[in-house]
């Protein structure tokens, strides 16, 4: 069956960086685009973008661009989102999901279990 | 950027009450409309696709509607587990956007 493991949750100083993983089984992970998501506490989603698992390209929404990586171990079949230069607006959960393309239409399937980190001096 | 509206922003309702939530997007996204229920701790579930496609496993209490700017989410009989919140999802362009969500309490 299909899983998404991501790493544990965080605590990081102001200025630090944080680097989260997600662990993909059950299916083939070069197949499907992972994207991740941040929820900071009592607010909504945020899409932050994607990484093509086969190929390790990866597009990231505007604002993230400066401070965000995403990488992939395709041997681990294990996707990372890292942040840098965080700041207390980065406390928020951070998911990761595989999108699933049915009927022409990218859908989020699974989902990691998501990962708190807390960015606090 | 695709601005996707969703209202009520909240919603009390009852077990076996009969629901609909409304989400509307900044401009035409044909039919590349998602919906998500999330519960408190718990990543977001697929219940809807391409706006009417109701995901694997997602009871049939569950359906949605809409084509263009203007989409639903009815659930047509509430069950204690429905308690949660609710998100609209743009798929037709980058960046993918969410809805601002919808928490359904208990009346």
């Known amino acids: 069956q299909v899983q998404v493991v991501q790493s544990g949750a965080e605590v990081k100083k102001p200025g630090a960086s944080v680097r989260v993983s997600c662990k993909a089984s059950g299916y083939t992970f070069n197949g499907y685009y992972i994207h991740w998501v941040r929820q900071a506490p009592g607010q909504g989603l945020e899409w932050m973008g994607w990484?093509?698992?086969?190929?390790?390209?990866?597009h990231l929404e505007q604002k993230f661009q400066v401070r965000v990586t995403m990488t992939r171990d395709t041997s681990m079949s294990t996707a990372y989102m890292e942040l840098n230069r965080l700041t207390s607006d980065d406390t928020a959960v951070y998911y990761c999901?595989?999108?699933?393309?049915?009927?022409?239409?990218?859908?989020?399937?699974?989902w990691g279990q998501g990962t708190l980190v807390t960015v606090s001096s | 950027d695709i601005q996707m509206t969703q209202s009520p922003s909240s919603l009390s309702a009852s077990v076996g009450d009969r629901v609909t939530i409304t989400c509307r997007a900044s401009q035409s996204i044909s039919n590349y409309l998602n919906w998500y229920q999330q519960k408190p701790g718990k990543a977001p579930k697929v219940l809807i696709y391409?706006?009417?496609s109701l995901h694997s496993g997602v009871p049939l209490r569950f359906s949605g509607t809409g084509s263009g700017t203007d989409f639903t989410l009815t659930i047509s009989s509430l069950q204690p587990e429905d308690f949660a919140t609710y998100y609209c999802?743009?798929?037709?362009?980058?960046?993918?956007?969410f809805g601002q969500g919808t928490r359904l309490e208990i009346k």
């Open positions: 999802q743009q798929g037709y362009s980058a960046p993918i956007t």
């Open positions: 999901a595989r999108l699933h393309v049915i009927a022409s239409t990218g859908v989020f399937d699974y």
């Open positions: 990484i093509n698992p086969n190929s390790g390209d990866s």
């Open positions: 391409a706006a009417s």
